[in-house]
């Protein structure tokens, strides 16, 4: 099976920064766009940023020049470094991954659409 699994959340002031880490555990043959998206508290999920498997990048308007998506494919990892934090960046971060193939013990290759982690917590403090 396939996993998403988010670390690198916390309480910060503002102005801090984080680093936001997304591993992607299972036998994993490919890995299409990964992107954040965040959702804070009576808010709707927004997409934070996201990073194309040719490394092409996009980026939600009130983070831009702010943060910073990256992945490293040997290590079927996503990261997120969110610099120069804001009280309004709070709320609780999810990685999601468009497509994953793997293979799956005795079923052959399977497929795994817009699959998301169980999130990870950030919290700046004014």
């Known amino acids: 099976q396939v996993q998403l699994v988010e670390s690198g959340g916390g309480l910060v002031q503002a102005g801090g920064s984080l680093k936001l880490s997304c591993v992607v555990s299972?036998?994993?043959?490919?890995?299409?766009?990964m992107n954040w998206y965040r959702q804070a508290p009576g808010k709707q999920r927004e997409l934070v940023a996201a990073?194309?498997?040719?490394?092409?990048?996009n980026y939600g308007d009130s983070v831009k020049g702010r943060f910073t998506i990256s992945r490293d494919d040997v290590k079927k990892t996503a990261y997120l470094q969110m610099n120069s934090l804001k009280p309004e960046d709070t709320a609780v971060y999810y990685c999601n991954a468009d497509r994953i193939l793997f293979t799956d013990e005795g079923m052959g290759v399977k497929g795994a659409f817009d699959f998301y982690g169980q999130g990870t917590q950030v919290t700046v403090s004014s």
């Open positions: 990073i194309t498997s040719d490394g092409s990048t």
């Open positions: 299972g036998s994993i043959l490919s890995i299409d766009t």
